[in-house]
């Protein structure tokens, strides 16, 4: 993804400054070019319909309200669901870690004769996918190659741990919290590439950038103020826009941004 890449090569405080100069930007060069124009509109409607507003003006009235309201309404839901996967991700990620230690533990202690050897290198193989394709799948917001890997990883661990019960390994004392943390690990591994953010969440992030301007303009072009006021609070108004769009693009990939997962150093 184009977002997602944009995430991973550019710094977090000069994401934040682009956001903020674009949206301030923009509204500011709207203004002193549309300004002149939104007050003589004002003034010749003032003088053909008096203090009664004209229908034009109640009509983009209802438009400006149905853009905010669009606006703050699809940040929130949008926000709120990026955080949620943030936080589901973060604790799926620790818990799989923390399995996957235990997993470790267990096959050590189970003889190699008896397939010990087996489900560690298993086990460690599982690692190396974590580290080395799926992690990096999972950055780049590419869902399909993560959830492969995952599959192909969680699968040899499976035929593993038959082999070394074949080789009684299923008699070991450690061979019930061996197959308990390792199905935890994979259910957590499940878990952890369901946050990777879905082919919508970049429309999802264009269309509230998408109403955010667009309120920004037609505020600006409806709401006309003296123009040294209008100029500073439309520029206000802007750089709390700009604020919010940031962050929704940060929190949006839970494996990259500002929202980021730690990555899984201990999976080694």
Do not use: C
Not at 41 to 62: C, M, V, Y
Not at 113 to 126: L, P, R
Not at 179 to 204: C, F, H, K, N, Y
């Amino acid at each position: 993804m184009v977002l997602t890449q944009f995430m991973n090569n550019v710094p977090s405080t000069v994401r934040l400054l682009l956001a903020l100069v674009v949206t301030v930007g923009i509204t500011l060069i709207a203004v002193k070019l549309m300004h002149s124009r939104s007050l003589s509109i004002s003034e010749r409607n003032d003088e053909a319909f008096g203090k009664t507003p004209p229908p034009s003006w109640d009509l983009a009235s209802r438009v400006l309200a149905l853009t905010g309201t669009g606006f703050v309404f699809l940040f929130a839901f949008t926000f709120g669901s990026f955080w949620s996967n943030g936080q589901d991700a973060g604790t799926a990620s620790l818990m799989e870690q923390s399995a996957y230690q235990k997993a470790l533990n267990a096959a050590d202690s189970i003889p190699t004769d008896q397939g010990g050897k087996t489900i560690a290198d298993a086990v460690k193989a599982y690692g190396a996918s974590v580290r080395e394709t799926e992690w990096p799948a999972m950055q780049a917001a590419d869902r399909q190659t993560a959830q492969k890997a995952h599959i192909d990883a969680a699968t040899a661990i499976g035929r593993a741990a038959m082999s070394a019960s074949q080789a009684g390994a299923s008699k070991s004392l450690e061979w019930d919290n061996l197959t308990s943390a390792l199905a935890d690990m994979t259910d957590q591994g499940t878990t952890r590439i369901a946050q990777v953010p879905g082919p919508a969440a970049p429309g999802a992030v264009a269309l509230i950038a998408l109403l955010g301007i667009a309120n920004l303009a037609l505020t600006a072009a409806l709401l006309p103020t003296r123009f040294t006021l209008n100029l500073t609070l439309m520029g206000l108004m802007a750089a709390i826009t700009g604020l919010l769009l940031f962050l929704i693009v940060e929190t949006s990939n839970v494996y990259a941004g500002g929202n980021v997962v730690p990555f899984p150093q201990y999976m080694g």
